[in-house]
């Protein structure tokens, strides 16, 4: 309900709902923001802002053969005359249009420092010049001609066009992207011949299918090359949708340099990728060892692209090397393709290939209508006037004698009825002006003409010219009306300004030719440890707090060791730099640790939380190396457990992953390699159990089944065993004793078990 009601002070208040209010506040902000500030128009492929800088710039007379003009005065201009925003993010605008690594056909010529593919900003708009390029003339064609609707702009003071005519669909030529509310828009680059190509074969087939047009254009063409290794069938998908993602690679080759050592040179990264974060990360790959084989990155840029990769050994293959780093670095991106724009100018949706080349098309057909019926209008004003010079020149002592003598020589001559030659003065009545009463009559037009003719003019070879001009734009007019009045003669006159354009900026322009290769790529292949790191033997160390080193070589592990005040010895085995450790923290969860990347043994190691998320209130509860194909048994403190394959247990991230379910206040207590056939499980109340091990269920995550039964405390140790061997333990003088018979203590599986044999350690732990 909504109440309204006056005051004094402040005129006329409605009342509304502040939901209504804000809803509809904010759907006309989202309205705004989709429309004039986030996603491009499908006909000129522009946005607002670009729209407005080049016919800025063309208002300036900034031709792409003229001269420069500084940032400010164009930026300046653009926001003082229709972009009433930021100068900053106009010239952040126009600045990227000029940025050829990010624009595939700049259509901003700069002058000065406009950024480079380091990442690097445009130097301050003071200290730039700028003018248009060839091919944003090309987007401008026509535009004198009413090829196009114009609007106010935003004070009323000026006009501005609604669109550009466009000669080429610039929307798939340089792309486009913009986040809007609640939508976004993505498009890669393309190459013009490309879309010119595919433009004629849609005007040919206008029924073409999606898959057709890729015969015409393979995928996207980015300004900084690459190579595009997307499979066939995820690119046709992508097109036909206007949904999907394209992967790029870098380009590289290998260098020779000589004795067998070889080094790898990349020449084009993929777009939108800042070489110099790139060179970062690729070093904090190498700091962080993830790609062990690569020993060293270089960059010998110049103005071209050229960084250089070191292998460790020259005993690895390029291909694996290459394989690794497009897996943890950015030589490899994935580019998203969400074809989302204003089909109309004024509906977002997201297109196919096809519409939106359709939607270029008709724009292009609507722009020759246009410019035809433009230039018919000028032609029939100038045939209009050209008439009357010529009924002047067939009666010109008469013309002479009024305007020597007549008052009002104007009216005279237009009340005059002048003699024609039929001979010359043919098909009069298809260009008599709007006002014609009669053959031989004069309009306003045509006495105006006539009275504004020089005497220079009245000499017999002009006559000639005057006639030889109508006789041309009669013909002239006569081809226009034709083209106006048949569809098929238009859309070939379209196919010639397309076949035009592609021979203007096709292979021959500078930079026309594709860029971007499409080539398939073999999936990268898991490369194993052995094969990237040299394998040595170390001995693992880990104290009380969590301190972790590795000792080279295989030490004694009875050997004291230094450590930290107040720390002492927790974990030590035998292990190689191949290994990968799996650490249980007694929050359930299982870290993966690579042997290589431990510290050395010259210290005292660095903590295990650093190396692996592993919270403060979290206790180690075993360290383990890890064996392809083997089992785990692991247990809580509540006596829960279950097996788990150690493929199951790999942690991708250093957040680990989750196996064991705990809660309720307990906790991991044991894990243990699976080695038998029998599970012994001994509780805090020194009772034991013996049951089958497949009585155990094998999973990946859980908190498992009961094997134990307790009535107080919980599960102390755990183990697996041959039953036909016995079980062993070591008892208080030091010595292992074995038991066989061990009928007394098998059970079922959550039984409570009996008694400890006599020797059992105080400590309720078996021996391994």
């Known amino acids: 309900m909504t109440d309204t009601f006056d005051t004094p002070e402040t005129g006329n208040i409605t009342a509304e709902p502040l939901r209504r209010a804000i809803g509809d506040r904010y759907l006309t902000y989202a309205l705004s923001t989709i429309m004039h500030?986030?996603?491009?128009?499908?006909?000129d492929g522009l946005k607002p802002v670009h729209r407005r800088i080049l016919y800025a710039m063309r208002e300036l007379r900034?031709?792409?053969?003229?001269?420069?003009?500084?940032?400010?005065?164009?930026?300046?201009?653009?926001?003082?005359?229709?972009?009433?925003?930021?100068?900053?993010a106009i010239y952040d605008a126009m600045a990227r249009l000029a940025q050829d690594f990010n624009v595939r056909y700049p259509l901003v010529d700069g002058q000065g420092n406009f950024g480079n593919i380091d990442g690097d900003n445009p130097a301050a708009s003071r200290y730039t010049e700028a003018r248009m390029t060839a091919v944003a003339e090309a987007l401008l064609e026509g535009l004198n001609e009413n090829a196009v609707d114009f609007r106010d702009n935003y004070d009323g003071t000026l006009t501005e066009p609604v669109v550009l005519p466009a000669t080429f669909p610039n929307l798939l030529a340089n792309g486009s992207s913009g986040i809007a509310v609640g939508m976004a828009t993505n498009i890669p680059p393309h190459n013009i011949a490309e879309l010119c190509d595919a433009c004629l074969h849609l005007i040919k087939t206008p029924d073409a299918r999606d898959d057709t047009l890729l015969n015409y254009v393979p995928g996207p063409d980015f300004p900084t090359g690459g190579v595009l290794v997307e499979s066939p069938e995820n690119i046709r998908n992508a097109y036909a949708t206007g949904r999907g993602s394209f992967r790029l690679r870098a380009?590289?080759?290998v260098e020779d340099l000589g004795r067998g050592q070889w080094q790898i040179v990349v020449t084009e990264i993929p777009y939108q990728v800042q070489k110099s974060k790139l060179i970062e990360k690729i070093a904090e790959v190498i700091q962080t060892k993830k790609v062990p084989i690569l020993g060293d990155v270089r960059d010998e840029s110049a103005d071209d692209i050229r960084l250089i990769l070191e292998p460790k050994t020259?005993?690895?293959?390029?291909?694996?090397?290459?394989?690794?780093?497009?897996?943890?670095?950015?030589?490899?991106?994935?580019?998203?393709?969400n074809m989302n724009v204003l089909i109309d100018g004024v509906t977002p949706q997201v297109s196919s290939l096809k519409q939106v080349l359709r939607a270029f098309l008709d724009h292009r057909r609507d722009v020759l209508q246009r410019r035809s019926a433009h230039r018919m209008e000028k032609i029939d004003h100038r045939l209009e006037v050209l008439e009357g010079l010529i009924i002047a020149f067939l009666n010109l002592d008469r013309v002479i004698d009024i305007i020597r003598y007549d008052d009002d020589p104007k009216a005279a001559l237009m009340a005059e009825n002048w003699a024609i030659?039929?001979?010359?003065?043919?098909?009069?009545?298809?260009?008599?002006?709007p006002d014609r009463k009669a053959a031989g009559e004069l309009t306003e037009v045509q006495a105006e003409a006539i009275l504004n003719m020089r005497l220079r003019s009245l000499r017999r070879l002009e006559e000639m010219e005057l006639v030889r001009e109508r006789d041309a734009l009669m013909a002239e007019r006569a081809e226009l009306d034709e083209l106006l009045s048949s569809e098929p003669l238009q859309w070939v006159r379209i196919s010639e300004q397309l076949r035009d354009t592609r021979k203007k900026f096709g292979k021959?322009?500078?930079?026309?030719?594709?860029?971007?290769?499409l080539a398939e790529a073999a999936e990268v292949e898991e490369v194993p440890l052995e094969a990237m790191i040299e394998r040595e033997p170390v001995t693992v160390v880990c104290s009380q707090m969590g301190w972790i080193r590795a000792m080279t070589g295989h030490i004694d592990l009875t050997r004291e060791l230094k450590y930290k005040d107040g720390d002492s010895p927790r974990f030590m085995f035998h292990a190689e730099t191949t290994d990968k450790l799996l650490v249980l923290g007694n929050n359930g969860r299982f870290y993966t640790v690579l042997a290589a990347n431990l510290p050395g043994g010259r210290g005292m190691g660095e903590p295990l939380r650093l190396m692996v998320d592993l919270p403060n209130d979290v206790d180690i509860v075993d360290i383990l190396i890890y064996s392809s194909g083997g089992k785990l048994l692991i247990a809580s403190s509540a006596g829960d457990g279950f097996i788990v394959p150690q493929d199951d247990v790999i942690a991708q991230t250093r957040t680990g992953k989750q196996v064991l379910n705990v809660r309720d206040g307990n906790i991991a207590r044991v894990c243990r390699p699976v080695d038998g056939d029998h599970v012994a499980v001994v509780g805090e109340n020194r009772k034991v159990l013996i049951f089958a091990i497949e009585e155990l269920p094998e999973m990946a995550r859980g908190k498992g089944v009961r094997l134990q039964k307790y009535k107080d405390g919980g599960l102390s140790d755990v183990t697996t065993f041959h039953i036909a061997n016995g079980l062993s333990w070591l008892d208080p003088a030091g010595r292992t004793r074995t038991e066989t018979d061990l009928t007394e203590w098998i059970a079922k599986r959550?039984?409570?078990?009996?008694?400890?044999?006599?020797?059992?350690?105080?400590?309720?732990?078996?021996?391994?």
């Open 37 to 43: 500030r986030a996603l491009p128009d499908a006909r």
């Open 750 to 768: 959550a039984s409570a078990g009996r008694m400890a044999p006599r020797g059992f350690p105080r400590d309720n732990k078996f021996t391994d």
């Open 508 to 517: 021959d322009y500078a930079g026309g030719a594709r860029r971007t290769l």
């Open 251 to 253: 380009k590289w080759h």
């Open 314 to 337: 020259k005993n690895v293959e390029p291909d694996m090397l290459m394989g690794m780093m497009f897996k943890n670095s950015d030589l490899e991106i994935r580019f998203s393709l």
């Open 421 to 433: 030659d039929h001979k010359r003065a043919t098909s009069e009545q298809d260009y008599i002006g």
């Open 62 to 88: 900034l031709a792409s053969n003229g001269g420069f003009r500084k940032s400010a005065k164009i930026s300046g201009d653009v926001m003082g005359n229709y972009h009433p925003h930021g100068d900053a």
